[in-house]
């Protein structure tokens, strides 16, 4: 469904706009990707106002999509699964934040922020062997992760030691640890050590990380 909704819409692009043919099945699986980047990223923020909470689903998309986007991690094989599995963590997430509010468990937070920044640091960014990088672009991604999970590690780390602890610094740490998470399930014993040959037009997401892959899809 969603291929065909891409196809469709790549080929009114193609109407107005005068494009390379060579190029049209790379527009449609950028479009594509956009959809479906944002279909999870709506449904996430549907969630949260139906838990009467949206400003833990924005905080999850900031903390959660842009590590994911310079880290990398785990994606799923199919849209359908990418859509179940964004969601389910988003769920995962308000659950954990939950249940360390009502049992008090603060004293957990710094040994997650800094597992989860230690994973983060040295996994990243995990390279996806369907949609490799550049080794420039893998050194940058690499700097820009290791520098947002600094500052947010920092944050957490800050107000944890000042005894401040409102909902959203947990969501915030919460959504840290199922970035590391991701990253953890696709190690099986090694990582992938594979170049890009080449790059090519792609959704924003696609461009500034250098990567053919939305931050849930693969």
Same mark, same amino acid.
């Given at each position: ?19 390379d ?27 949260g ?16 999509? +842009? $590590?994911r &986007? %310079?880290?990398?991690?785990?994606h799923? *094989? ?6 179940l599995?964004?969601?389910? #963590?988003?769920?995962?997430v ?12 603060y ?18 960014p ?18 820009i992760?290791?520098?947002?999970v ?5 944050? +957490? $780390?800050l &107000? %944890?030691?000042?005894?401040i602890f409102? *909902? ?10 199922? #970035? ?33 892959a939305?931050?849930?899809?693969q």
């Open positions: 469904m969603l291929e065909n909704i891409a196809s469709r819409l790549t080929d009114q692009l193609y109407l107005h706009c005068p494009l043919q060579r190029k049209k099945v790379i527009y449609t699986y950028g479009i594509q990707l956009s959809l479906s980047t944002l279909a999870s990223m709506c449904s996430i923020v549907l969630l106002i139906l838990l009467g909470d949206a400003p833990s689903a924005f905080l999850f998309l900031g903390v959660f999509f +842009f $590590l &986007l %310079f880290g990398g991690g785990y799923a *094989p199919t849209y359908a699964r990418c859509f599995l964004t969601n389910s #963590v988003y769920l995962a308000v659950g954990a934040s939950y249940w360390i509010v009502r049992f008090q468990l004293h957990l937070l710094p040994v997650i922020v800094v597992a989860s920044c230690v994973v983060v640091m040295v996994l990243s995990i390279r996806n062997k369907r949609h490799p990088l550049f080794e420039k672009t893998y050194r940058k991604n690499r700097k992760a290791v520098v947002l600094s500052i947010e590690s920092s944050l +957490f $780390l &107000l %944890f030691f000042w005894r409102p *909902p959203y610094v947990i969501v915030s740490t919460m959504s840290l640890a199922a #970035v590391a998470v991701m990253m953890l399930v696709t190690l099986n014993g090694r990582r992938v050590k594979q170049l890009c040959p080449a790059q090519f037009s792609a959704p924003f997401f696609v461009r500034i990380s250098g990567s053919a939305s931050p849930f899809y």
